[in-house]
């Protein structure tokens, strides 16, 4: 499943980030990666945007960026 799929409030744990070295990059400094557990807060409107909450730090993601991450819901 796509984070890209998920909706407010839903659950999950990262199992693969399929995107270019400047997005996982970016993801990693933040404490992102594989095993990473996550819970979505917010979805602009039209699903443009999401906002996800991991270990405690908000991070916003356009859609087409979380379609390139694969999650297990929980």
């Given amino acids: 499943m796509k984070l890209s799929e998920l909706r407010k409030g ?3 744990i990262i199992q693969k980030i399929n995107t270019d ?3 996982r990059s970016r993801l990693n ?3 992102v990666g594989r095993g990473s ?3 979505i ?3 602009s409107l ?3 945007t ?3 909450l991991v270990d405690g730090t908000y991070i916003g993601l356009r859609a087409k960026e979380a379609s390139h991450i694969e ?3 929980l």
Wanted: include cysteine; aromatic fraction near 4%; proline fraction near 0%.
């Fill in 10 to 12: 839903d659950k999950a």
């Fill in 21 to 23: 070295e400047a997005l």
């Fill in 29 to 31: 400094s933040f404490g």
């Fill in 37 to 39: 557990e996550l819970s």
């Fill in 41 to 43: 807060e917010r979805c």
């Fill in 46 to 48: 039209a699903r443009q």
């Fill in 50 to 52: 999401v906002e996800i």
């Fill in 71 to 73: 999650v297990e819901k």
